[in-house]
Each structure stands twice: as structure tokens, then as C-alpha cells.
């Protein structure tokens, strides 16, 4: 995961507290794994940036904006931090407000689209009693002898 500013965590918890309806409403259709098994953010502190939400398994950014982006300054900042987002290996998909409300349905299957095609495999989970990498399993007394302990047993 990027590394971020822990000063960061205070303005994020308020925005998950003040979310937007088109927020709200798309978050209802993120939240819980309902996509593909895959784990969501809300106002998730990335880097310098909150950002509205994130996917770690497909590397996934997704910004619900309001009227407010489309004046000048305030595209030329989003710009700046899709580039940085995008340098730091992340892909931003950016919604408005209206499109989230209208066509919930269409923005949802466009993230569903990008889910599957980004999406970074799980690893399989361990067996119990077997290292990672080995086929063979770890018995109780071996367990510090790989790294020179001596089993008090």
C-alpha cells in the first residue's frame, strides 16, 4: 500500500462522515466485497491525497465529483493528482455526481469492467503447518530451528 501522512486521518474520518448522496450511493453498491470479492475504501488516505474510494487488488482510485471540478483550478489540481496518482501505479476513474445518482447501474459495470481486468490475483491461502514456499509441514519443535532457536521441548 502507498505510504501516507497519519495527518491525514483526521479530515478522512470526517469526510466518511460527511459523504456526498453520490458518494453514499455508489458506496452502497462498493462496500462489503459485493464486487468481485474485492475489498473497498472510503476517503481513504493515499499518498499526500484522501481520495472518495480505493481498491488495493486492482490498484483503483475512484473520485465522484461535483460541479465544483469543472472550473478551471480546480481541473488543472485533479490533473495533477491523477498524474501523481497514476506514477504511483494507480488507475483514477472519475465520476460526476449526476452520474452516479442517474446511471448507477452504468458507472457500477464500468468499475466491475476495470475490476476484472486489473485485478491482481489473491495468493492462495497456507495450508496449516506448512511454510510458505515448502511442501512440507512445520512441526511445532521445528519452529525456531530455521532460525537457529532450540526448542525447549
Not at 474520518?13 to 458506496?27: I, K, P, S
Given at each position: 500500500?502507498?505510504?501516507?501522512?497519519?495527518?491525514?486521518?483526521?479530515?478522512?474520518?470526517?469526510?466518511?462522515?460527511?459523504?456526498?448522496?453520490?458518494?453514499?450511493?455508489?458506496?452502497?453498491?462498493?462496500?462489503?466485497?459485493?464486487?468481485?470479492?474485492?475489498?473497498?475504501?472510503?476517503?481513504?488516505?493515499?499518498?499526500?491525497?484522501?481520495?472518495?474510494?480505493?481498491?488495493?487488488?486492482?490498484?483503483?482510485?475512484?473520485?465522484v465529483d461535483g460541479g465544483q471540478h469543472y472550473e478551471t483550478e480546480h481541473a488543472r489540481k485533479d490533473a495533477e493528482r491523477d498524474k501523481c496518482l497514476s506514477e504511483a501505479g494507480l488507475l483514477v476513474l472519475r465520476f460526476d455526481n449526476l452520474q452516479v445518482l442517474r446511471e448507477t447501474d452504468a458507472?457500477?459495470?464500468?468499475?466491475?469492467?476495470?475490476?476484472?481486468?486489473?485485478?491482481?490475483?489473491?495468493?492462495?491461502?497456507?495450508?496449516?503447518?506448512?511454510?510458505?514456499?515448502?511442501?512440507?509441514?512445520?512441526?511445532?519443535?521445528?519452529?525456531?530451528?530455521?532460525?537457529?532457536?532450540?526448542?525447549?521441548?
Amino acid at each position: 500500500m502507498i505510504e501516507y501522512s497519519r495527518n491525514l486521518e483526521p479530515p478522512s474520518r470526517e469526510l466518511r462522515n460527511n459523504m456526498t448522496d453520490a458518494e453514499r450511493v455508489l458506496w452502497s453498491r462498493l462496500r462489503g466485497k459485493q464486487l468481485l470479492d474485492v475489498q473497498f475504501y472510503r476517503q481513504k488516505p493515499v499518498g499526500p491525497f484522501i481520495v472518495d474510494f480505493y481498491c488495493h487488488a486492482a490498484a483503483l482510485v475512484i473520485e465522484v465529483d461535483g460541479g465544483q471540478h469543472y472550473e478551471t483550478e480546480h481541473a488543472r489540481k485533479d490533473a495533477e493528482r491523477d498524474k501523481c496518482l497514476s506514477e504511483a501505479g494507480l488507475l483514477v476513474l472519475r465520476f460526476d455526481n449526476l452520474q452516479v445518482l442517474r446511471e448507477t447501474d452504468a458507472v457500477v459495470e464500468e468499475i466491475l469492467k476495470v475490476i476484472q481486468e486489473r485485478q491482481i490475483p489473491p495468493c492462495p491461502p497456507l495450508q496449516s503447518g506448512v511454510k510458505a514456499n515448502s511442501k512440507s509441514p512445520v512441526m511445532k519443535s521445528d519452529a525456531g530451528a530455521e532460525h537457529g532457536l532450540k526448542s525447549p521441548f
